[in-house]
């Protein structure tokens, strides 16, 4: 070469060849992918994980033609379902968040499962709570499991301090006080004082009595029982500046900052330590959550117990789960329904018996041996009966996050506006005025339909 | 003045060797006394930054080896009790770790390799030829990486679902050699700017000698370069390593998982396992530690414009 | 060897093939050649990222939920933007988190890449042990941090308590949250530190050398040889700390969740919000522009100025 070189066409091929090589070897890692899949696109633990694996596999025996695909998506399941749908390459059955199945079921992505409920008595006779109508008689499935919020309690931590346990049916639930009461029996600073004794040092607290969660799961059922709901019957005016409403917050703030009996955000710390974690190790003495702590508090390896919430007039708590969908597009409805109602029979997913989910089913809140099937273990204490079956049966409502449209909007702005209460600085009447002023000016779009009765 | 600032590659370290010639024959006693007590101080400052810096990794390993009570015990303790040996065993067993761990090196192995060829390629060129839209087409590239990939994401995704590429390892190795496509024009651009900062005398005397842009790239540029190329193989191996979203997204059969997918089981969507969780980010972050420790060796000074060896 | 030889760094040396300067011995090839060795980035570009970048602003003019068919609204979505406070608000948060945390971290990783290339016992232990929280997982880190900085119980206020100052509230508390955000960021300096880390192996020993003989201190030395020879460098890492910054997404993701009350609401975690839980695409690719816009200006503004104070040995970049 000299000293002004042209590009020879060898040069070009060279590089060029050097490219093409690489997406021949980028070609060949393709693996390849069979016909007659079923995609069953699922979240959760390793634990969970391994028990819808198994699950999928006994399901997989019933079947010839059929190979079942497990879909495991950890995290970040909204991302990569976007993805799959955008791109038309959606699952046949698999776990969706509330806003986006209802949003699926309208583009018409979803199968309408009300036509199949006498057929499969399973999918039809299930809690009226749990269906997810997105239109008048149509019904993009039910929640995947059930879920109710409940109290969880340290056994130790009440006989210890002579408070009475949290009552375990909902006809005794306490009233407000009755709570307050036995919350500041447990409450102790380090050097054993009560809230309510000289000397208390708020910042050096060795045990709190109970949390005060500003998350809306767990105060949606207090706002129940004092007779307002989050929206009127219209669907588009909010009751969440009602005075029934302003006071349910003020009290739980008043754990916090006036008596003193529950942990504020700041002296909690939001991922950390879990519930189970608190409750066994004395920290807390009782605690509202989801029922699905039970899996968790029931392996702290405590004496631990479960109660009713308290009640501000009429005994109400919160009844939740994801919806689960059959997607339009699969070849495979028939199998598609099998899988349906195997996947929430206790029989065949161990999550049942261990705590974390309860069954969508009615007879396994109604008939006595059903209700054995999936409660006669460890996990679940003999207070359960009462003091979770009834409840969810009896006094349960389905969260508003199920069942309002324009939900994701709307729960943004809730989420913040709870954060700015929970520091106890602000007025609760004027922030509720001003979160009513927001979401009655067009955020609240309805209600999607209820399960005929 | 040329020649010291930018040596020709024939005589490069000429003006050096007297400089240290003349420095080491004066007598600087005192100076070095003076010297000697500012290096005492930096060491000071050095390990108490180090202190500073290597508490997350002290905790990573305590939390490791605790069960989640202890990790969230409050107030917290540093020494776990008892060692929650089995976190390790668990964590690794629950999902298989070792054909992830087979998985991520495949594609460690491609993109490590075309980024660093394509983008130092490239960066050579917008650095050190003149051609017409050069700077046009390298503020192009560079505009790639201003858009969120969050909504290009679904675009690439489609577009990987019709070459019928979805579960498999394309989508997150063939970008790699055309530059990196996306985030890789960070490696275009840093490669550049090392590049720009060699003399071009040395370029220069290559032609004159017959040598063809190729040439200079391969045998001068490159050599030159290998603190910057040990920077991009460092970032490249680590983002591949935790990339997270993009396996998650092209990867469906979980015979296909990487390591970053593995670990994100333990911090599901709405529950946490957070000692196996620690456990296996432990065992998973050591290998690029090694990594690393192994490579800042090159950043060894005078190597670039001086072409002394030692 | 004289001082002004030193000096000359912020001059600009005539372009080479410039009149006056060598001529280039490439000729026409050169463009050629050019072209072909920026080819796989070019390729890259036009293959996978101006497809889906001209795909995102398309979207950008319709009202598209992923799933149905877009409707073209025009400026629709950016008349929306205008009205909508959570825009502006993150918009706020995070042009306030990258003015704190882009420079902090370039400055604390500059000064511990000087350190860490100094040439004390075990040199390699340091500089990884400076690297070592850069490798630690997210979600590991995002625990740690939320530790750190519980009022309660976290080291901040345990330190702070025991040497009798005030504490703060940290992450809890609207005021204090990007602050807590950006001395978290600036902990994470590694990468900057290793990129000015291999910049500093190219600034030749020698004219230290000379500025000692000049009867030029320590400080001579920094000013006249190791920060002209570090500019592209330091330009490099700014240009890109910008442009990653104001992108910033995972501290809002895994530990804020853009709260308390928005406090921490960053721009791509509003926008991935909107894409992927609302699966409102196209206000999400009109939210996207936006930033595109604000960011390429900025940068646009950088390279400028980067005339006045970067210096290259090849003389005509820019």
């Known amino acids: 070469m000299t000293g002004s070189p042209n590009l020879s066409r060898r040069d070009v091929l060279k590089i060029g060849g050097g490219l093409a090589a690489t997406v021949g070897i980028g070609g060949s890692l393709a693996a390849c992918s069979g016909g007659n899949e079923f995609e069953y696109m699922f979240w959760g633990s390793t634990g969970e994980q391994d028990a819808i694996e198994a699950m999928l596999s006994s399901f997989q025996d019933t079947q010839e033609q059929l190979t079942i695909k497990p879909v495991y998506t950890p995290a970040d399941y909204d991302t990569k379902l976007n993805a799959l749908v955008a791109s038309g390459n959606v699952p046949d059955l698999g776990y969706v968040q509330p806003a986006m199945a209802y949003r699926l079921a309208e583009q018409g992505k979803l199968l309408d499962l009300a036509p199949y409920f006498d057929e499969y008595p399973s999918l039809g006779q299930r809690l009226p709570g749990s269906y997810f109508y997105w239109d008048e008689g149509k019904c993009l499935g039910t929640q995947g499991a059930n879920e109710t919020v409940i109290t969880f309690y340290n056994r130790a931590a009440f006989a210890e301090t002579g408070a009475q346990p949290p009552p375990a049916s909902a006809a005794e639930a306490w009233d407000w006080d009755t709570y307050v009461e036995n919350a500041y029996l447990l409450t102790a600073d380090q050097s054993g004082r009560r809230p309510d004794e000289a000397g208390f040092d708020p910042a050096q607290v060795a045990r709190f009595g109970t949390l005060a969660s500003m998350w809306s799961g767990a105060w949606y059922g207090l706002l129940l029982s004092a007779g307002v709901d989050v929206v009127d019957s219209s669907g588009t005016r909010t009751m969440l500046d009602s005075p029934e409403a302003i006071d349910m917050f003020q009290k739980l703030i008043d754990l916090m900052y006036e008596h003193r009996v529950a942990p504020s955000p700041s002296q909690l710390g939001n991922n950390a330590p879990s519930m189970a974690v608190q409750l066994a190790s004395g920290r807390l003495g009782m605690a509202v959550d989801g029922q699905w702590a039970l899996l968790d508090v029931s392996q702290a390896g405590f004496d631990f117990g479960v109660g009713v919430l308290p009640s501000l007039g009429t005994p109400k708590t919160t009844a939740m789960g994801g919806p689960t969908a059959i997607f339009a597009d699969t070849e495979y409805v028939e199998q598609a329904l099998e899988l349906y109602a195997f996947q929430s029979d206790p029989d065949q997913v161990d999550l049942f018996s261990s705590g974390l989910w309860m069954p969508l089913e009615e007879k396994y809140y109604t008939d006595p041996e059903a209700i054995a099937s999936w409660t006669d273990n460890d996990a679940h204490p003999p207070e359960y009966k009462t003091a979770v079956i009834d409840y969810t049966l009896e006094n349960s409502q389905t969260y508003f996050t199920q069942k309002l449209r324009n939900i994701e909007e709307i729960d943004r702005l809730i989420t913040a506006t709870t954060e700015r209460i929970q520091t106890g600085e602000e007025d609760v009447a004027t922030v509720m005025g001003e979160l009513a002023a927001q979401l009655n000016d067009g955020m609240l779009q309805g209600v999607y339909p209820s399960a005929p009765q | ?310 | ?318």
């Open chain 2, 1 to 310: 003045m040329t020649g010291v600032l930018a040596p020709g590659p024939k005589n490069p370290s000429a003006p050096t060797a007297t400089a240290v010639q003349r420095r080491g024959r004066s007598p600087r006693t005192r100076v070095g006394e003076a010297r000697g007590l500012t290096r005492a101080g930096l060491w000071l400052v050095l390990a108490f930054g180090a202190i500073v810096m290597i508490v997350p990794f002290v905790w990573l390993i305590r939390s490791a080896l605790m069960t989640d009570a202890q990790i969230f015990s409050s107030p917290p303790a540093w020494i776990p009790d008892p060692f929650a040996w089995e976190n390790f065993p668990q964590a690794l067993t629950a999902q298989p770790f070792a054909r992830y761990f087979l998985n991520t090196m495949i594609i460690e192995l491609f993109v490590v390799t075309g980024t660093v060829i394509t983008c130092s390629l490239s960066a050579f060129s917008f650095a050190r030829l003149r051609w017409r839209g050069r700077n046009v087409v390298f503020g192009l590239l560079l505009s790639g990486v201003m858009l969120p990939y969050a909504v290009t994401l679904i675009p690439t995704f489609v577009m990987w679902s019709e070459l019928g590429a979805l579960d498999t390892f394309i989508p997150l190795t063939v970008p790699a050699f055309f530059a990196g496509a996306g985030g890789g024009v960070f490696n275009i651009f840093l490669f550049r700017q090392f590049f720009l900062s060699i003399p071009y005398e040395l370029d220069e005397a290559a032609y004159i000698d017959g040598a063809n842009p190729w040439t200079v790239y391969w045998r001068i540029i490159m050599p030159l370069a290998k603190p910057v190329t040990v920077v991009v193989v460092i970032f490249t191996f680590i983002g591949v390593w935790n990339d997270f979203l993009g396996p998650l997204l092209y990867l469906t059969d979980d015979s296909n998982f990487t390591l970053a997918l593995g670990l994100a089981t333990f911090q599901s969507t709405y529950t946490a396992q957070w000692g196996l969780l620690m456990a296996a980010s432990l065992v998973v972050i050591l290998p690029i530690i090694v990594l690393f420790f192994v490579l800042q060796r090159y950043f060894v000074e005078g190597v670039t414009l001086t072409g002394l060896k030692g």
């Open chain 3, 1 to 318: 060897m004289t001082s002004t030889t030193l000096d000359r760094a912020p001059a600009r040396k005539a372009p080479p093939g410039s009149p006056g300067g060598p001529r280039r011995r490439l000729g026409r090839g050169e463009a050629r050649w050019g072209v072909l060795l920026a080819l796989p980035a070019i390729l890259g570009f036009a293959i996978f990222t101006i497809g889906p970048m001209v795909a995102s602003l398309i979207f950008s003019l319709t009202d598209w939920q992923i799933g149905g068919d877009p409707q073209f609204i025009g400026v629709g979505n950016y008349v929306e933007m205008a009205g909508d406070p959570l825009f502006w608000k993150s918009l706020g948060v995070t042009t306030y988190y990258t003015l704190a945390a882009v420079p902090l971290t370039l400055f604390v990783g500059f000064v511990v890449a000087l350190l860490v290339n100094q040439s004390f016992r075990g040199q390699s232990l340091w500089r990884t042990v400076y690297y070592l929280p850069t490798l630690v997982p997210a979600v590991a880190s995002a625990v740690l941090w939320i530790w750190i900085f519980n009022p309660d119980f976290g080291l901040f206020n345990t330190i702070l308590r025991s040497v009798g100052l005030p504490t703060s509230n940290w992450l809890y508390s609207e005021s204090t949250a990007i602050p807590s955000l950006v001395i978290m960021a600036t902990w994470g300096f590694g990468n900057a530190m290793v990129i000015f880390l291999a910049g500093l192996q190219g600034v030749p020993g020698q004219l230290y050398e000379a500025v000692a003989l000049d009867g030029g201190g320590a400080w001579a030395k920094f000013r006249h040889v190791t920060w002209p020879f570090m500019t592209p460098v330091i330009f490099y890492n700014l240009v890109t700390g910008v442009i990653g910054t104001f992108q910033v997404f995972n501290q809002a993701y895994v530990m804020t969740e853009g709260g308390p009350n928005n406090a921490t609401l960053f721009y791509i975690y509003y926008l991935y919000t909107k894409a992927f839980t609302d699966s409102e695409m196209g206000y999400a690719s009109a939210l996207a522009w936006v930033l595109f816009l604000i960011v390429m200006v900025v940068t646009v503004v950088l390279f400028r100025n980067a005339r006045s104070w970067v210096f290259y040995e090849m003389g005509d970049a820019r």
